[in-house]
């Protein structure tokens, strides 16, 4: 009988640890006890969700994600760039770093200017 059960894999004993925030995301390899962490916390994401360049890490777990959009001048007829910049809260176990393609979704406040969360890095910085 002991040759039947199986023991658990590695992804089984880390969905253990980790909550499900659902949506369909891979979870995290390394773990934290960040009381903000989507994954590892108590923080409920909902709500929109974007993806952007993390384009500065600033602060105790913190960062900003940018993404372009184009803005129309109704007097030139024409497009402009410009960028959208939010600030978000970088999870010790995702832990993006400058130039980090993220995928970013909206949760409660966390302080004043935070109210994202990081919850998948998507690829890593080029430059590295």
Known sequence: MPKQKEEKSKQEKKQDKAKNIGIDLPIPESTC???HCPFHGNLKPRGKIFE???LK???HRSAMVGWPR???LPKYERYEKRRTKIMVH???CIHAEVGDKVKVMECKPISKMK???IVQKLS???SS
């Open 115 to 117: 109210h994202f969360v």
């Open 52 to 54: 952007g360049v993390v």
């Open 57 to 59: 890490t600033s602060g």
């Open 70 to 72: 184009l803005y129309y």
């Open 90 to 92: 970088n999870p010790e």
């Open 33 to 35: 006890q960040d009381k």
């Open 124 to 126: 890593k910085n080029e």
